[in-house]
Structure formats: structure tokens, C-alpha cells
């Protein structure tokens, strides 16, 4: 019997069309949305700073609600998410939820961002009269200048009003794409203006991935203490010993001060153990010279780069100095075992 085929099912290449044409109106969106940034974008950043760093002002440092609801809920859910891991105390509020007992989270010293692209959301209404009658600062994102979000708004981040990329311009697709942009700029907005640096950022990611990336080489080094050290007039035969003592796979050349001089690994080993009197030999002549070395405050994702792109070889350890001082040593395979490559 022959197989059925649907005449309706759109060929490969219409589909295609299709995520192309909706891209492209999301980006057009996003362009339109970039040029409508202005003092109102600053008076928000400027207000939610205020908010967090109340303490300077001798008042209870407050947190950015972010209120929504439907498809402008689940964004707002994003961009607390978003806020909070870029140091920004912020919590996500259901609108309708906050009619219901919700309410209660939300103090006098916090500030208020609602998602709705109408500003018309009956849900919304208990909220806005929250802020209103305690006095919470509230930044209205949405593209309805008319609205009653927009209206009793404190701030209002007017999106530019262009076409849903859904075919029948009804589903949240370019408003909702243009709203988490604009939270995306907030949160990135303030984290410039508190200067957060990559350890504190770690502190909000310590799991999965990016906490990964963010490990410093003192988190992963093996500490002097418990390195194989000797001095460059030691002969091999000892250093051959200290090396097998710790196994660590290389041991570093101080002088009598800690500073470094060389390191000797399982590979010089193998190049230089049919030298004539080996074991009488000093080590000084045996090592590596002016070895490569890292701070212990750089990223160890720095230390792997350096181990595993070094021309000609790569290396199996790199030695962690302060100054011109030896404080440590990190291992690839420690790296590799953390989950940075």
C-alpha cells in the first residue's frame, strides 16, 4: 500500500524561511530596542544602586523585586536569576501570586521592575497599588506608554512597539526577546558600576562550569611544603630521591633565599639519564632554566592555557612564584582532573 503523504506539511526549506524571518524581526526588535536607550535607562540603574547600597545611607539595604506574569513572568523569573548572580539582591514575584499573601515579601526598602508589554494585566493592579501606597520605587518595563503600568510608574523603560514575529502578531516572541535583552543590560549595567572582579563573581557560581572556570591556581596548586625542593649543587642521585619521595612528577631548584632557579621533571629524567656519571652530576646542569612559572591569584583556566600551548611541548607542571619567590605548584593533571579543559 502506498504511503500517505501530508500536502500540508511545510518542506524543510519553508521552515527554514520561517526561523529566518523570525530572527531577523527579533533582531530588528533588539535594534530598535538599542536606540531607545536613554535617561530613563540611567534614572533605573541609578535607582536599583541606590537601593543596594542603602547601607551608605544609614538605611536597611532593600532587593529588586521583579514582577510578571504569562510569557513577561517567566522573563521576569530570568532576569531576578540573572541579577542575583551578577550582585544584585533580586527576587522573582508572581504578579498574581502577590494578591494572594505574596505581598508580604516586599519591603519599603526595595524596588519594584514589572514586566508587561500592555501595562494592562488586571493581575498586575495589586502590585502597582503596593508600591504605590508604601512608597516603593517602581520601574515599569513595558511598551505601552498609555498603560497603567506606565502611568504610575516611577521610571518607565518604554520598549519601542514593533511586531510580534508570531504570523498572527499575537505570541510574546520580539516584546519577550527585547525584555530580556533589556534586563541583561541592567544587570550588566550595574555589575560595571559596582566593579564586580571574576573572584566575586565566582563567589555567586561556585558549582558546574563556570565556578570551574573561575578556580584560581592557589585553589588547585600543591603547596611548597609539600613540594620536592633542592639546591642547584645538590647531585642527581639525592635529587633523584626527593623526586621519588613526593612524586609529583618534577621537583623546583631553589637557592638558599627561595627564589627560583629551575625545575627538573620526569622528562629531563628521561632526556638526561645516559649522561656519562649521572648520579655524581650536579643538578644545576641537569635542570631547566628560567622555567615557566604563574601567580597564585591568576585563573588556573591561565595555568592550563600556558601547560597546554606552550610551543614545541607541553608542560606538565608549572611552578606558582610570588615575586621571584616559589610559593607552589600546579599540574595539569590536577587541572585536567578539576574539569577546566
Same mark, same amino acid.
Given at each position: ?22 530572527i531577523?524581526m ?82 519599603e ?8 508589554n ?18 516603593? +520605587? ?21 520598549? +519601542?512597539?514593533v ?19 533589556m ?23 561556585p558549582?558546574g ?21 633542592v ?7 639525592r ?33 638526561h ?42 608542560l ?25 579543559a
Amino acid at each position: 500500500m502506498p504511503t500517505k503523504t501530508n500536502s500540508f506539511a511545510p518542506s524543510n526549506q519553508t521552515a527554514v524561511d520561517h526561523a529566518l524571518r523570525v530572527i531577523t524581526m527579533e533582531i530588528q526588535g533588539l535594534q530598535a530596542l538599542a536606540q531607545s536607550i536613554g535617561d530613563a535607562f540611567v534614572r533605573a540603574v541609578e535607582i536599583i544602586d541606590s537601593m543596594k547600597n542603602a547601607a551608605q545611607q544609614n538605611r536597611q539595604p532593600g532587593r529588586l523585586i521583579v514582577a510578571g506574569i504569562g510569557k513577561s513572568g517567566h522573563v521576569a523569573r530570568k532576569i531576578a536569576a540573572t541579577m542575583a548572580s551578577t550582585g544584585t539582591p533580586a527576587y522573582f514575584v508572581h504578579a498574581g501570586e502577590a494578591s494572594h499573601g505574596d505581598l508580604g515579601m516586599v519591603t519599603e526598602n526595595d524596588v519594584v521592575l514589572m514586566l508587561s508589554n500592555s501595562g494592562e494585566n488586571d493581575e498586575l493592579s495589586d502590585l502597582i497599588h503596593y508600591t504605590r501606597r508604601f512608597a516603593i +520605587p517602581l520601574i515599569a518595563l513595558t511598551s505601552n506608554p498609555a498603560g497603567t503600568l506606565a502611568k504610575h510608574a516611577d521610571i518607565c523603560l518604554l520598549m +519601542p512597539k514593533v511586531a510580534e514575529a508570531c504570523p498572527n502578531g499575537l505570541a510574546p516572541t520580539t516584546s519577550t526577546t527585547m525584555m530580556m535583552a533589556m534586563g541583561d543590560a541592567l544587570a550588566v549595567a550595574l555589575l560595571e558600576r559596582m566593579g564586580l572582579t571574576a573572584e566575586q563573581f565566582r563567589v555567586f557560581h561556585p558549582g558546574g562550569k563556570l565556578g570551574r572556570k573561575l578556580l584560581k591556581v592557589s585553589d588547585l596548586m600543591i603547596e611548597r611544603a609539600d613540594m620536592a625542593i633542592v639546591q642547584p649543587e645538590t647531585t642527581m642521585d639525592r635529587a633523584l630521591i626527593a623526586l621519588a619521595e613526593k612524586n609529583l612528577g618534577a621537583l623546583a631548584v631553589t637557592d638558599s633565599h627561595d627564589h627560583l632557579i629551575g625545575i627538573f621533571t620526569d622528562g629531563d629524567l628521561k632526556r638526561h639519564i645516559r649522561t656519562p656519571d649521572f648520579l655524581t652530576r650536579s643538578i644545576q646542569g641537569m635542570m631547566s632554566h628560567n622555567p615557566k612559572t604563574i601567580a597564585a591569584d591568576a585563573l588556573a583556566a591561565q595555568a592550563l592555557e600556558i601547560m597546554t600551548h606552550t610551543p614545541g611541548h607541553y608542560l606538565t607542571s608549572l611552578l606558582v612564584t610570588q615575586g621571584t619567590k616559589l610559593v607552589g605548584m600546579i599540574r595539569l593533571q590536577d587541572c585536567l582532573k578539576a574539569g577546566l579543559a
